[in-house]
């Protein structure tokens, strides 16, 4: 298999402040990372695929200013949810595919709770 | 990738076996079926995929009709730790490179 981790696990901010979300793959190198967002009681929804060394490709209807996306190593990609409000507040997973695996790794999450 | 379609809940006494079925009458020729599921506020977990043929693995089994219609997902001994949302997914490419589209899942609940 391979590991995927987030940090930090959960974060409170106070809304307008930017908050800044890592992923990690921990054994295995990732040129590609994926980012979601789920909101309590509903379904992961994908937010932007993270590139190594290019921009991020997000899904309609995602403020690629609000969510900016770094994908500077083939290791780490990076979600900064900019100026955070109340309706901000969600979990946030990442995934990456890795050679010769057939399914996704996904993170274990970030809770933000913004106030 | 192509609709599915899965019951929004379902029981199952601990000890037996839990058979979550999946809809996806639209699937194409060259789209697999994935597995996933989701314990409570962690991420998600793969289980098991296929094409057509039968499969398993030490976690699941996975049945496919031979129409490729529908399938299901077999945990032959639940726990009440498979108490979780399982996501039924039907995606265009084998590879793990590719985004994954979730739909709304089935909650299982592993009853004592």
């Known amino acids: 298999g391979a590991v995927v981790s987030q940090h930090p696990s959960r974060v409170i901010c106070k809304s307008g402040t930017s908050v800044k979300i890592e992923c990690r793959s921990l054994d295995f190198q990732a040129t590609t990372m994926f980012w979601y967002r789920q909101f309590p009681k509903q379904s992961l929804m994908l937010m932007a695929t993270s590139n190594e060394g290019s921009k991020a490709t997000y899904e309609q209807g995602v403020e690629k200013d609000k969510f900016l996306i770094n994908h500077a190593s083939l290791t780490l990609s990076t979600l900064t949810v900019t100026s955070a409000h109340p309706e901000d507040s969600s979990f946030y997973i990442c995934s990456a595919g890795r050679g010769g695996y057939n399914e996704q790794f996904f993170g274990p999450g970030t809770r933000l709770t913004v106030l | 990738d192509a609709k599915t379609t899965q019951p929004p809940s379902m029981d199952c006494a601990e000890g037996r076996a839990a058979n979550l079925p999946c809809n996806h009458s639209t699937i194409s020729g060259n789209e697999y079926v994935y597995w996933y599921r989701q314990i409570h506020s962690q991420g998600p977990q793969y289980i098991i995929h296929?094409?057509?043929n039968n499969e398993t693995n030490e976690m699941a089994s996975l049945i496919i009709t031979e129409d490729r219609k529908s399938s299901t997902l077999i945990l032959p001994h639940a726990t009440l730790r498979d108490t979780a949302v399982y996501y039924c997914?039907?995606?265009?490419?084998?590879?793990?490179?590719?985004?994954?589209?979730f739909g709304t899942g089935t909650k299982l609940q592993v009853i004592p």
């Open positions: 997914i039907v995606r265009a490419v084998s590879g793990g490179y590719q985004k994954v589209t």
């Open positions: 296929g094409l057509k």
